[in-house]
């Protein structure tokens, strides 16, 4: 069997619903698991309407939750010309109601606390996977039936083995060759059935791990790119499908930016072997990237994509200060939620990179800062990946002959071999990036460098 996830960007509307849906019954012999997002736009509708019924806005959370009802009202009549099925209309109702019993309550006590944030969040997927399962006529799951969670509200993590033993009772007897199932990808509950989320991105996570213990033969994740790029084609316009990744190269990958890989996913990659397929749900037939525990085959030194991650802080400590500064740092900063990319103590003094994911990290950064750390914003870390640095670490090195002019403030080296990661201030991104994929990617494939 399969799993197929569909981000929000794929059931946008009536149309995207149906070429979803087109997808999965092409699918239906290999007994697809469907695992959806929110529709897009629909879980920032949900954040800014609990936000305003925490500030005592309580007429405007409410016309926010009318207008994401009718939105999905009228996708359900634009799928389903000949009526909404009374079954689908009642779901609709019954979720409207409880989005409003939510909102009302945050309201009154004019405080937003993290679990009363996922339960209103969850609304998106529970609306999506509803409409999506009436109009292919599938069995519909909740996923907080399977997707069990600990209790760490806003960024949950799944109890892995119990995941397991709730997706083979509740999903796998549905499964089977010319039907499908639909569930939520984001969502999952504690054992006392309090609703959790995964945080963002989350859905991917799901579909890996509902896939894991299924033992599907490919992860499929639908979005609206034709798979993992060589670049941020933002920036990088020429920037190409990477057809092959393997599993350390597509972790560094998710790390430094790549929005199409969630890094969580990745790890049942790693554990049960089975393909992660990233497609285009526009362009089902064009470039897409199948990442593998396997590593594929590359040339000595060759980069496989040129990635980066803005909004990095460098924190410094002179060598008359104490470097275990920056460990109680980094300790701080991990558990507020904040990427590390690098920690360095030497005797001419220390370093420690960092970005702040979450309000609580970038409160952290800001306390370190006023408590007399040296915190230096507007840096970004730009990496290098390719499994063929493994055979040819020098080769990167001579790569960065060509940004001799370049003010680089530190050259970090991953513990995986695939990635040579240096910062740079954010301002030089648009300059460098196109430059550093023209000199590691380009010139090499047309076999000038």
């Known amino acids: 069997m399969i799993v197929m996830k569909f981000g929000g960007s794929s059931v946008a509307d009536a149309d995207r619903m149906r070429e979803a849906a087109a997808l999965v019954k092409a699918a239906l ?3 697809p698991l469907v695992v959806l997002s929110a529709t897009a736009r629909t879980t920032d509708q949900l954040f800014e309407a609990a936000g305003r019924a925490e500030a005592g806005n309580l007429p405007g959370a409410l016309a926010l939750h009318g207008e ?11 799928l389903m010309p000949g009526g909404t099925p009374p079954e689908l209309a009642e779901a609709l109702a ?29 609304i998106g997927e529970r609306l999506s996977t509803r409409i999506l399962a009436a109009f292919l006529g599938a069995a519909w799951v909740d996923a907080r039936d399977v997707m ?18 709730l997706a083979v009772s509740h999903l796998a007897p549905r499964l089977r060759p010319g039907s499908t199932v639909v569930t939520q990808g984001y969502i999952g509950a504690t054992a006392q059935g309090l609703t959790t989320t995964l945080g963002r991105g989350g859905s991917d996570f799901s579909a890996a791990l509902f896939g894991a213990a299924l033992g599907a033969e490919d ?18 316009p020429g920037a190409q499908p990477i057809t092959e990744l393997g599993f350390a190269e ?12 969630h890094a969580d996913a990745l790890a049942p990659v790693s554990r049960a072997g089975f393909r992660l397929v990233v497609a285009n749900t526009h362009r089902p037939q064009g470039g897409r990237t199948e990442i593998r525990s396997e590593v594929p085959p590359r040339r000595p030194g060759e980069i496989t994509s040129v990635a980066y991650k803005e909004g990095v802080s460098c924190l410094r400590v002179p060598p008359a200060q104490d470097a275990d500064l920056l460990f109680q740092a980094s300790t701080r900063l991990l558990e507020a939620g904040a990427s590390l990319y690098g920690l360095l103590a030497t005797p001419d003094g220390g370093l420690l990179v960092a970005r702040g994911e979450t309000a609580d990290s970038e409160k952290v950064l800001r306390d370190l800062g006023a408590s007399g750390l040296s915190v230096q914003r507007g840096w970004a870390a730009v990496a290098l990946v390719g499994e063929g640095l493994r055979e040819a670490p020098g080769r990167a090195l001579s790569l960065l002959d060509a940004l001799a002019d370049e003010p680089i403030a530190a050259i970090l080296a991953g513990d995986t071999g695939v990635s040579l990661v240096f910062l740079v201030p954010d301002n ?3 300059h460098l990036i196109p430059k550093l994929h023209e000199h590691c990617i380009e010139k090499p494939l047309r076999g000038d460098a």
């Open 29 to 31: 012999p290999r007994s």
């Open 219 to 236: 992860i499929q994740i639908w979005t609206d790119v034709e798979g993992v790029l060589t670049s941020d084609p933002r920036v990088v």
């Open 148 to 165: 069990r969670t600990d209790g760490t509200f806003g960024c949950a993590r799944p109890l892995t083995a119990e995941v397991e033993a």
């Open 94 to 122: 019954i979720l409207g109601g409880e989005l409003d019993l939510l909102l009302r309550g945050v309201a009154l006590l004019k405080e937003l606390s993290p679990r009363s944030m996922d339960a209103i969040a969850s």
């Open 68 to 78: 994401l009802m009718a939105r999905h009202g009228a996708l359900a009549r634009d």
């Open 428 to 430: 030089r991104l648009s």
């Open 250 to 261: 597509a972790a560094e990958l998710a790390a430094f930016g790549a929005k199409v890989l």
